[in-house]
Protein backbone atom coordinates (compact mmCIF):
# COMPACT_ATOMS: atom_id res chain seq x y z
CA UNK A 1 0.00 0.00 0.00
CA UNK A 2 1.35 3.24 -1.45
CA UNK A 3 1.94 5.86 1.54
CA UNK A 4 0.42 8.64 -0.37
CA UNK A 5 -2.61 8.10 -2.00
CA UNK A 6 -4.57 10.22 -4.36
CA UNK A 7 -8.65 9.90 -5.19
CA UNK A 8 -9.95 9.74 -7.81
CA UNK A 9 -7.26 8.88 -10.00
CA UNK A 10 -8.71 10.68 -13.10
CA UNK A 11 -11.72 13.23 -13.17
CA UNK A 12 -13.47 14.80 -16.02
CA UNK A 13 -15.54 18.03 -15.12
CA UNK A 14 -17.36 20.32 -16.98
CA UNK A 15 -17.05 23.97 -16.66
CA UNK A 16 -17.95 25.78 -13.72
CA UNK A 17 -18.60 22.43 -11.40
CA UNK A 18 -16.83 22.40 -8.07
CA UNK A 19 -14.37 19.98 -7.82
CA UNK A 20 -12.67 17.96 -4.94
CA UNK A 21 -9.36 15.57 -4.69
CA UNK A 22 -8.93 13.86 -1.62
CA UNK A 23 -5.50 12.55 -0.42
CA UNK A 24 -4.60 10.18 2.61
CA UNK A 25 -1.38 9.37 4.08
CA UNK A 26 -0.37 6.82 6.50
CA UNK A 27 3.33 8.48 7.65
CA UNK A 28 3.94 11.44 10.08
CA UNK A 29 4.31 14.70 8.65
CA UNK A 30 5.59 17.95 9.01
CA UNK A 31 3.75 19.51 5.85
CA UNK A 32 1.48 18.42 2.95
CA UNK A 33 1.94 19.45 -0.59
CA UNK A 34 -0.38 20.14 -3.51
CA UNK A 35 1.51 20.33 -6.79
CA UNK A 36 0.19 21.15 -10.37
CA UNK A 37 1.38 19.62 -13.30
CA UNK A 38 0.28 21.06 -16.82
CA UNK A 39 0.14 19.21 -20.29
CA UNK A 40 3.49 20.61 -21.09
CA UNK A 41 5.07 18.52 -17.78
CA UNK A 42 6.19 21.58 -16.06
CA UNK A 43 5.64 21.07 -11.77
CA UNK A 44 4.75 24.19 -9.78
CA UNK A 45 3.84 24.30 -5.88
CA UNK A 46 -0.15 25.34 -5.31
CA UNK A 47 -0.23 25.01 -1.35
CA UNK A 48 2.08 23.56 1.30
CA UNK A 49 0.19 23.35 4.32
CA UNK A 50 0.51 21.59 7.93
CA UNK A 51 -2.54 22.32 9.08
CA UNK A 52 -6.26 23.86 8.86
CA UNK A 53 -6.96 25.41 5.37
CA UNK A 54 -5.30 27.76 2.68
CA UNK A 55 -6.83 29.31 -0.41
CA UNK A 56 -5.73 31.01 -3.75
CA UNK A 57 -7.50 32.50 -6.09
CA UNK A 58 -10.42 29.64 -7.08
CA UNK A 59 -7.91 26.85 -5.05
CA UNK A 60 -8.52 25.77 -1.88
CA UNK A 61 -6.60 23.17 0.50
CA UNK A 62 -7.63 21.86 3.46
CA UNK A 63 -5.74 19.19 5.72
CA UNK A 64 -6.84 17.00 8.98
CA UNK A 65 -3.83 16.02 10.69
CA UNK A 66 -5.72 13.99 13.16
CA UNK A 67 -7.40 11.99 10.29
CA UNK A 68 -4.51 12.12 8.18
CA UNK A 69 -6.09 13.67 5.25
CA UNK A 70 -6.34 16.65 2.69
CA UNK A 71 -8.48 17.82 -0.25
CA UNK A 72 -8.00 20.29 -2.65
CA UNK A 73 -10.91 22.12 -3.81
CA UNK A 74 -11.37 24.12 -7.18
CA UNK A 75 -13.92 26.39 -7.42
CA UNK A 76 -15.94 27.66 -10.89
CA UNK A 77 -13.48 25.34 -12.44
CA UNK A 78 -12.38 26.08 -16.36
CA UNK A 79 -10.70 24.35 -18.79
CA UNK A 80 -7.49 25.57 -17.93
CA UNK A 81 -7.58 23.62 -14.85
CA UNK A 82 -7.02 20.45 -16.66
CA UNK A 83 -3.89 19.17 -15.55
CA UNK A 84 -2.60 16.65 -13.07
CA UNK A 85 -2.48 17.33 -9.39
CA UNK A 86 -0.14 15.58 -7.15
CA UNK A 87 -0.40 15.14 -3.66
CA UNK A 88 3.42 14.95 -1.70
CA UNK A 89 3.99 14.74 1.96
CA UNK A 90 7.14 16.07 3.91
CA UNK A 91 8.51 13.20 6.31
CA UNK A 92 8.48 14.86 9.93
CA UNK A 93 12.32 13.79 10.60
CA UNK A 94 14.29 16.78 10.18
CA UNK A 95 17.51 15.25 8.68
CA UNK A 96 15.67 13.65 6.40
CA UNK A 97 16.11 16.86 4.32
CA UNK A 98 12.68 17.47 3.30
CA UNK A 99 12.60 14.54 1.27
CA UNK A 100 8.97 14.35 -0.26
CA UNK A 101 7.05 11.03 -0.52
CA UNK A 102 3.87 11.34 -3.61
CA UNK A 103 1.42 10.21 -4.33
CA UNK A 104 0.16 8.92 -7.91
CA UNK A 105 -1.66 12.08 -8.83
CA UNK A 106 -4.93 12.86 -9.90
CA UNK A 107 -5.55 13.89 -13.96
CA UNK A 108 -8.32 16.36 -14.38
CA UNK A 109 -9.91 17.16 -17.60
CA UNK A 110 -11.98 20.36 -17.62
CA UNK A 111 -14.98 20.43 -20.79
CA UNK A 112 -16.13 23.39 -22.17
CA UNK B 1 15.60 34.99 -11.26
CA UNK B 2 15.68 31.78 -13.99
CA UNK B 3 14.72 29.59 -11.16
CA UNK B 4 15.73 25.81 -11.62
CA UNK B 5 16.58 25.11 -15.00
CA UNK B 6 17.37 21.57 -16.69
CA UNK B 7 19.38 20.60 -19.92
CA UNK B 8 18.83 18.86 -22.16
CA UNK B 9 15.02 18.77 -22.80
CA UNK B 10 15.02 15.66 -24.42
CA UNK B 11 17.36 13.31 -25.41
CA UNK B 12 17.90 9.81 -27.00
CA UNK B 13 20.52 7.41 -25.34
CA UNK B 14 21.29 4.12 -26.92
CA UNK B 15 22.02 0.75 -24.39
CA UNK B 16 25.88 1.09 -22.55
CA UNK B 17 25.69 4.99 -23.46
CA UNK B 18 26.48 7.36 -20.56
CA UNK B 19 25.29 11.16 -19.79
CA UNK B 20 24.79 13.74 -17.49
CA UNK B 21 21.48 15.99 -16.74
CA UNK B 22 22.34 19.08 -16.15
CA UNK B 23 20.35 21.64 -13.48
CA UNK B 24 21.38 24.20 -12.04
CA UNK B 25 19.53 26.65 -9.68
CA UNK B 26 19.87 30.51 -9.24
CA UNK B 27 17.96 30.59 -5.77
CA UNK B 28 20.72 30.18 -3.37
CA UNK B 29 18.49 27.20 -2.27
CA UNK B 30 20.48 24.52 -0.12
CA UNK B 31 18.58 21.96 -0.78
CA UNK B 32 18.67 19.91 -4.21
CA UNK B 33 16.80 16.68 -5.76
CA UNK B 34 16.48 14.17 -8.69
CA UNK B 35 13.53 12.64 -9.17
CA UNK B 36 12.24 10.75 -12.43
CA UNK B 37 8.43 10.64 -13.31
CA UNK B 38 7.28 6.74 -15.15
CA UNK B 39 3.97 6.91 -17.13
CA UNK B 40 1.16 6.24 -14.44
CA UNK B 41 3.81 6.44 -11.71
CA UNK B 42 4.45 9.02 -8.69
CA UNK B 43 7.49 10.82 -9.05
CA UNK B 44 10.10 8.66 -7.14
CA UNK B 45 13.19 10.20 -5.55
CA UNK B 46 16.95 9.63 -7.03
CA UNK B 47 19.29 11.22 -5.11
CA UNK B 48 19.10 14.64 -3.06
CA UNK B 49 21.53 17.00 -1.69
CA UNK B 50 21.01 19.51 1.32
CA UNK B 51 24.56 21.12 0.59
CA UNK B 52 27.74 21.76 -1.48
CA UNK B 53 29.56 18.40 -0.65
CA UNK B 54 26.70 16.67 0.55
CA UNK B 55 24.98 13.95 -0.92
CA UNK B 56 22.47 10.99 -0.17
CA UNK B 57 20.49 8.44 -1.98
CA UNK B 58 16.73 8.30 -2.65
CA UNK B 59 14.55 5.76 -3.10
CA UNK B 60 16.04 4.72 -6.99
CA UNK B 61 19.51 5.63 -6.86
CA UNK B 62 20.56 2.39 -9.25
CA UNK B 63 22.68 2.91 -12.34
CA UNK B 64 22.91 6.59 -10.94
CA UNK B 65 25.52 9.10 -9.42
CA UNK B 66 25.48 12.94 -8.33
CA UNK B 67 28.14 15.58 -7.37
CA UNK B 68 27.37 18.78 -5.94
CA UNK B 69 30.30 21.02 -6.19
CA UNK B 70 28.88 24.18 -6.18
CA UNK B 71 25.33 25.93 -4.13
CA UNK B 72 23.85 26.09 -7.77
CA UNK B 73 24.95 23.03 -9.54
CA UNK B 74 23.67 19.95 -9.32
CA UNK B 75 24.12 17.54 -12.26
CA UNK B 76 22.77 14.02 -12.24
CA UNK B 77 25.12 11.06 -14.53
CA UNK B 78 23.77 7.98 -15.71
CA UNK B 79 26.41 5.28 -16.26
CA UNK B 80 25.57 2.21 -19.05
CA UNK B 81 22.05 3.49 -19.44
CA UNK B 82 19.57 0.67 -19.91
CA UNK B 83 15.92 0.38 -21.22
CA UNK B 84 14.70 0.87 -17.79
CA UNK B 85 15.73 4.10 -17.53
CA UNK B 86 13.84 5.82 -19.95
CA UNK B 87 11.87 8.41 -17.88
CA UNK B 88 11.01 12.21 -16.91
CA UNK B 89 13.88 13.59 -15.16
CA UNK B 90 12.57 16.44 -12.43
CA UNK B 91 15.74 18.65 -10.57
CA UNK B 92 14.15 20.27 -7.86
CA UNK B 93 15.88 23.04 -5.07
CA UNK B 94 14.07 23.93 -2.01
CA UNK B 95 14.85 26.96 0.34
CA UNK B 96 15.14 25.84 4.35
CA UNK B 97 12.87 28.60 5.91
CA UNK B 98 11.48 26.16 8.53
CA UNK B 99 13.38 23.34 10.12
CA UNK B 100 10.27 21.41 9.51
CA UNK B 101 8.90 21.95 6.34
CA UNK B 102 10.09 23.01 2.66
CA UNK B 103 8.38 24.00 -0.85
CA UNK B 104 10.03 22.76 -3.69
CA UNK B 105 10.55 24.35 -7.09
CA UNK B 106 10.33 21.95 -9.98
CA UNK B 107 12.65 22.26 -13.44
CA UNK B 108 10.91 21.77 -16.73
CA UNK B 109 12.13 17.99 -17.13
CA UNK B 110 14.19 15.77 -19.41
CA UNK B 111 12.71 13.09 -21.22
CA UNK B 112 15.09 10.55 -21.95
CA UNK B 113 14.48 7.51 -24.30
CA UNK B 114 17.12 4.71 -24.14
CA UNK B 115 16.79 2.23 -26.83
Known amino acids: KNEVEQSPQNLTAQEGEFITINCSYS?????LHWLQQHPGGGIVSLFM???GKKKHGRLIATINIQEKHSSLHITASHPRDSAVYIC??????????????FGQGTELSVKP | NAGVTQTPKFRILKIGQSMTLQCAQD?????MYWYRQDPGMGLKLIYY???????DKGEVPNGYNVSRSTTEDFPLRLELAAPSQTSVYFC??????????????FGPGTRLTVT
Open chain 1, 27 to 31: VGISA
Open chain 2, 92 to 105: ASSRVWDRSSYEQY
Open chain 2, 27 to 31: MNHNY
Open chain 1, 88 to 101: AVSLVIYNQGGKLI
Open chain 2, 49 to 55: SVGAGIT
Open chain 1, 49 to 51: LSS
